[in-house]
């Protein structure tokens, strides 16, 4: 659900940016360090960071001195009635062309500036996500238990989106602002300082009122953004459960509750939206009022002599342009503070300390290319050739030795206390225990997912902390109960384990997992693709599928986990065969939930809250009479 | 998009203020434009200060007019949005509240979610757009050129032509740009889509080695995102300093040829000054009105979406003559049930018949698509049936009133469901006075008293939200002591067992043999260990039942019973339960 909700991927919009400014903001924990941090990032780009701040601030200034040529072209036809000569239509010209030429560069300069940055802030926003991207697979596992998958996510999209968002636009709207506000003022004060000074009288008016409008809508705004979580919630939550809701009778007081919390957001929602509508007309009011003023005593110092007419039109010109850049700097610390905060969540995951060990991305190698499958290729005859040869590399045969292995997910609750067993290659190990007990655990010891706290894990003959990662886990295949397919297709994923097995190794593997005919009734074959939600195959069709990823994988150690979701009777038996075709000269562990698959085993581990209480055959078990005995009976005491 | 903008018909006499009180406005923002020609033209030209100062007055109370204006319009511009979408959220909660599972199952759960939330929000923020500016945008507009138009009717065409490169402008962006955004967007979407992946499959990837293959993978998306991210965001950084030309060359069109006229007296000085804003104002409002073009068309894809659900009708409604039952005992009887899922071309169920006593266990057992879940949801009138009908104690369903029906049923659905609140908020769902004994009994009943005094505050726990912080196994047990806290004459299990070990499984069957004895259960199971000592079993395939009678019947007679028992029992225990 979460993962749905992301999916519209920009940030979430207030009502309108103006409002979205006014909402309370995040706020980083330490500002300053993330935005060392974030410029740490930017240190590559200087040279072209520089000339985008040089041609904002030159488009800014050609923009500025614009109006008051214009004023000058005004003037020269005023002088030229007043004088009674006709206007100057040479002088005229000239001030056109040149103002031309100023608009011209003026757009240029803007341009150029937006071109750069366009290209400069999406490099650095694919930057971004790369990190996040590959450090994803250098995170201890340990490190997902403490994160949702949600989470994760929208901090790979949105806050990179938010802080995308502000250097692409942000960063020069406030340098392109601070500049015509200074800029501005110098000009306004060169025409008449009188005048700049009742003008900007109305400034601090304006201020005040802001922030009384701000501060009174805040508090709606974060209402608004409450009661909305709540009815979404209400929502979710009953449209989930709608079928118990039906039958349980309660849709009445499911839809008093909806109600209650429905009017509420109506509340809030109309107040904060009637509050932040008041910003423009409140500030236009300024604006207005600093126009009449301008008006009024530029006429009076126009009659007096001391301005021209030209002059009054470019002041209004300038007055009028004063209100936005103010106000986007007023709002320069709310961005800041919120691209702080994205940014943070951003480094808080790439300063997240990886595994020992971690995996590398290998640049500029991409699947599919001719060459480097080629070689690849020959690197894999020459390693299981050496293999085979028993050459340096002693082939790998699946001997399992855990040596008084203890282990906690928490470094104080320890929950495998002193375990020892043995597996020999080829033999099956059945893991069992009720619900909850911690089956799986056993299994992400083995793949080294979480470190042993004492003991250790020896595979043929190896510890497995000697490996590397990448070398220990080409050992095990692995068919999990959440049959996780990826959005490709059929192809990609029964390669999945081995990108470069021929088709003819991928389709006996198919074949061995009885899922070769199945493939092959699709339209597509081999390259049907598995939608999004991978609902255009069944259940019992994705776990024959991850069955054949993993016979094609071709490792000696098997690990499984029994469904215990239903399919229907003929894919099950389906599956058993599959699986068993799997396990054929395999170590293997199973998580198992099947008798049959229980008493075939060479060993059963009984687990009981995260401990090994037991170990032995089925018969072994049975006689003892303990925890095996009792679990077996239950299902059949009569 | 109809279905959704009738809801904004009780708020006409609102929108009719907002247009009049923008109108007020709009008039007054344009006149402030001719008083200052008045003041240039009869006051500084002429040296006449009084007149200057008389209309200085009249300009300031013309701005406080203008700001009034504005408010008011935003006031009623708000309560239009916001109440017309408390009152389309609200109806169409209320519809999908009432819909059948018939209905329900034509939309997905996420997406109708997403309408109740998200595309209201939308419509919200589209109305007060829209009453803002698409209304002010054009009688500013009109106004404006109205305006210049009695100003200088020989200087227009310099607006008209500044409009049409605007208007090239724009298409070029249009064909340009816009496709580009709808890719953008589904890049977006796939981004989110390969890390939601690889997130789920975390131990998958590393397991198989296959970090490098998800880095490329990722790479392609990220990669492409970036290439269209540049295209457009350079299209944009083009598109705004390109109206700023525009506007600044129009303007010096307009002194330009202004310079003759005034010269050859057909101009005043003053009134060139007001036409400069007059135009600014046109072009202005012209980029508005562009723009919710843009607007617009994405609000009527979310009206759209939600009118799909607010027109679509609830199709089980109790019969108006409906009696409500006395006494109930929970006798069951299916006759002749045909059923088929709407628009379906085959019977999901085809003549169904048998009886289900209280006292008794009926239990239910097939592969997947047989039927069996479709079965018991017509039970409680989830769906109704096609054909035959479905008695509770010789009434006929669909005669009496919904509520009495589900209030003699407890139903336990296949996923263990629960809501926000303590563990005995969910246990008490069925019954809002349960003592806290009802509760503890149904606790142990279901197995569940257990691990519910394991929790930090037992009872009174809380459930996260969809209850993740309880196990599947934890909550389905927990969604059958809320059935039986209820304590209903029949209770149905859609396959409730699923996620409890065998061991569980069994203690649960036998608390709940012993606690219900007087009761209706009717069992749906995959699991032969779960259903074995039921009084009746009916096997089902493709939708019709082809054995019936007790485990040890079955495995005589039933051919497809014996097959599903002997790929799940060793030959010892079907040797144990022939015997």
């Not at chain 1, 706020?27 to 930017?42: E, H, I, N, P, V």
């Not at chain 1, 109006?67 to 040479?90: C, F, K, N, R």
């Not at chain 1, 079928?243 to 509340?267: G, I, R």
């Not at chain 2, 997905?108 to 209201?120: C, E, G, K, P, Q």
Request: aromatic letters at 8%; proline letters at 3%.
């Amino acid at each position: 659900m979460a993962a749905r909700q992301q999916q519209t991927g920009k940030p979430k919009h207030g009502p309108g940016s103006r409002a979205a400014a006014m909402m309370p903001g995040e706020k980083a924990g330490d500002l300053r360090g993330t935005l060392r941090k974030l410029l740490s990032y930017l240190a590559p780009y200087k040279f072209r960071l520089f000339f985008v701040l040089l041609f904002a601030i030159a488009s800014t200034i050609f923009a500025i001195v614009s109006p008051t040529i214009l004023g000058t072209a005004t003037d020269t036809i005023v002088q030229g009635l007043m004088s009674g000569q006709g206007v100057d239509y040479e002088a005229l010209l000239q001030i056109i062309v040149f103002l031309i030429g100023l608009y011209a560069v003026s757009f240029g300069f803007s341009a150029a500036q937006g071109f750069i940055m366009a290209g400069m802030s999406q490099q650095i926003t694919y930057e971004f996500r790369r990190l996040l991207s590959e450090k994803m697979d250098k995170l201890p596992v340990r490190y997902f238990d403490g994160m949702t998958h949600g989470e994760y996510q929208s901090r790979v999209i949105n806050d990179i989106e938010t802080v995308n968002q502000s250097l692409s636009q942000s960063l020069t709207q406030v340098i392109t602002a601070a500049v015509t506000i200074i800029g501005t003022l110098i000009m306004m004060i060169r025409i008449s300082l009188i005048m700049t000074v009742v003008a900007l009288l109305v400034l601090p008016m304006s201020m005040v009122m802001i922030k009384l409008v701000v501060r009174r809508s805040q508090g709606h705004f974060k209402n608004q953004q409450k009661y909305l979580g709540e009815v979404n919630a209400h929502v979710e939550e009953m449209f989930t459960g709608h079928t118990v809701v039906k039958v349980f009778n309660k849709e009445e007081e499911s839809q008093a509750e909806f109600d209650a919390m429905n009017d509420k957001l109506y509340e809030s929602a109309w107040k904060s939206q009637f509050l932040s509508g008041i910003m423009m007309p409140a500030t236009n009011l300024i604006g207005n009022l600093g126009y009449v003023l301008v008006c009024i005593l530029g006429g009076y110092l126009a009659i007096a002599g001391r301005i021209s007419i030209g002059n009054i039109q470019a002041f209004i010109q300038y007055v009028r342009s004063f209100n936005q850049p103010l106000q986007q700097v007023a709002n320069a610390a709310n961005l800041l503070q919120s691209t702080a905060a994205a940014a943070e969540r951003i480094f808080e995951i790439i300063d997240e300390e990886e595994e020992e060990d971690a995996f590398e991305p290998q640049a500029g190698h991409t699947l599919g290319q001719g060459m480097a499958q080629e070689s690849h290729e020959a690197a894999e005859r020459t390693q299981r050739t050496a293999a085979a040869d028993g050459g340096e590399a002693p082939a790998a045969k699946g001997r399992v030795e855990f040596e008084h292995i203890n282990f906690g997910y928490k470094p104080d609750h320890t929950i495998i206390h002193d375990f020892s067993f043995v597996a020999e290659p080829g033999s099956r190990v059945a893991i069992v225990g009720p619900t909850g007990a911690g089956k799986t655990t056993i299994v992400k010891l083995l793949l080294r997912y979480y470190e042993l706290n004492s003991g250790r894990i020896l595979v043929d003959g190896t510890d497995i902390t000697e490996y590397s990662r990448n070398d220990l886990r080409e050992h095990f295949a692995m068919v999990l109960q959440d049959t996780w397919l990826f959005s490709g297709t059929m192809r990609e994923n029964l390669k999945y384990g081995r990108p470069y097995a021929t088709d003819e190794q991928m389709i006996e593997a198919a074949k061995a997992a009885h899922i070769h005919h199945f493939i092959k009734t699709l339209p597509d074959g081999y390259d049907t693709k598995i939608n999004e939600d991978a609902d255009n195959i069944s259940q019992g069709q994705k776990q024959l599928l991850t069955i054949a990823r993993a016979m094609l994988a071709d490792n000696p150690i098997l690990i499984l986990d029994e469904a215990t979701s239903s399919v229907d009777t003929r894919t099950e038996r389906l599956i058993q065969q599959a699986m068993a075709n799997l396990m054929e000269g395999r170590t293997s562990f199973i998580i198992a939930h099947r008798l049959s698959t229980i008493k075939d085993a060479d060993t059963i581990l009984v687990l009981d809250k995260g401990d090994i209480v037991e170990q032995g055959t089925h018969e072994e078990l049975l006689e003892k009479g303990g925890a095996y005995a009792k679990l077996y009976n239950s299902q059949f005491e009569e | 998009m109809k279905t959704t903008l009738r809801y904004f018909k009780p708020y006409i006499p609102y929108m009719l203020l907002v247009v009049l009180l923008l109108f007020c406005q709009a008039m007054c923002e344009l006149s402030l434009p001719a008083y200052m020609s008045d003041i240039i033209n009869n006051g500084i030209v002429p040296m006449d200060m009084p007149y200057i100062y008389k209309t200085g007055l009249i300009m300031v109370g013309l701005a406080f007019a203008c700001s009034l204006f504005a408010v008011g319009g935003g006031f009623f511009a708000s309560r239009t949005a916001a109440g017309a979408s408390r009152d389309i959220r609200r109806a169409l909660f209320s519809n999908v509240t009432d819909f059948s599972s018939a209905e329900l199952d034509s939309f997905s759960t996420a997406s109708l979610i997403t309408r109740a939330t998200n595309d209201v929000q939308q419509i919200q923020q589209a109305a007060v757009m829209t009453l803002r500016m698409a209304i002010f945008a054009p009688i500013m507009g009109i106004g404006a050129l109205v305006r210049a138009l009695a100003t200088s009717p020989s200087l227009t065409w310099t607006i008209g032509l500044a409009l049409a490169v605007i208007i090239c402008i724009m298409v070029f962006m249009f064909f340009a740009v816009m496709p580009k955004f709808r890719i953008l967007q589904s890049k977006l979407d796939r981004l989110n889509q390969v890390i939601a992946e690889r997130l789920s499959g975390l131990l998958v990837v590393r397991a198989f080695n296959s970090e490098q293959a998800e880095e490329e993978r990722f790479d392609v998306t990220n990669t492409e995102l970036r290439k269209i991210n540049i295209f457009v965001n350079r299209c944009m950084a083009f598109l705004f300093p390109s109206m700023t030309i525009v506007m600044n060359l129009v303007n010096i069109l307009i002194v330009w040829v202004g310079a003759h006229m005034v010269e050859s007296q057909n101009l005043l000085i003053g009134d060139m000054l007001a036409f400069l804003q007059y135009a600014m104002h046109v072009i202005i409002s012209f980029l508005f009105v562009t723009m919710m073009f843009i607007m617009i068309p994405r609000a009527a894809v979310s009206g759209n979406r939600i009118g799909e659900v607010l027109d679509i009708r609830p199709t089980i409604r109790d019969a108006e003559d409906a009696v409500t039952p006395s006494a109930l005992r929970g006798e069951i009887t299916f006759k002749d049930v045909s059923f088929a899922y709407p628009d379906a071309e085959e019977k999901t169920l085809d003549d169904i018949s048998f009886t289900a006593s209280p006292g008794t266990t009926t239990a239910i057992i097939g592969g997947t698509g047989s039927g069996k879940s479709s079965l018991i949801s017509l039970i409680p009138r989830l769906f109704d049936v096609t054909e035959g009908s479905i008695c509770l104690d010789g009434q006929d369903i669909r005669t009496m009133p919904q509520k009495s029906l589900r209030d003699a049923i407890g139903y336990v659905p296949q996923k263990g469901l629960l809501f926000t609140g303590t563990i005995a908020d969910n246990l008490r769902y069925g019954k809002s006075d349960a003592t806290m004994e009802e509760l503890e009994k149904a606790a142990a009943t279901s197995q569940s008293i257990s691990f519910i005094n394991e929790m930090p505050n037992g009872f009174d726990t809380e459930v996260a939200q969809g209850g993740t912080s309880v196990s599947g196994g934890q909550k389905q047990r927990l969604s059958i002591a809320r059935a039986l806290v209820k304590d209903p004459q029949v209770l149905i299990f859609d396959d409730s067992f699923s996620a409890l070990d065998f061991k569980t499984d069994a203690a649960l069957r036998k608390a709940l043999r012993e606690s219900a004895s007087e009761k209706t259960l009717i069992i749906v199971a995959q699991r032969i260990n779960t259903i074995m000592d039921a009084d009746q079993i009916l096997v089902m395939e493709d939708g019709r039942i082809v054995g019936r009678g007790t485990h040890e019947e079955l495995l005589r007679t039933c051919e497809l019973y014996k097959e599903i028992a002997m790929s799940q029992l060793s030959e010892e225990e079907l040797g144990k339960g022939v015997a």
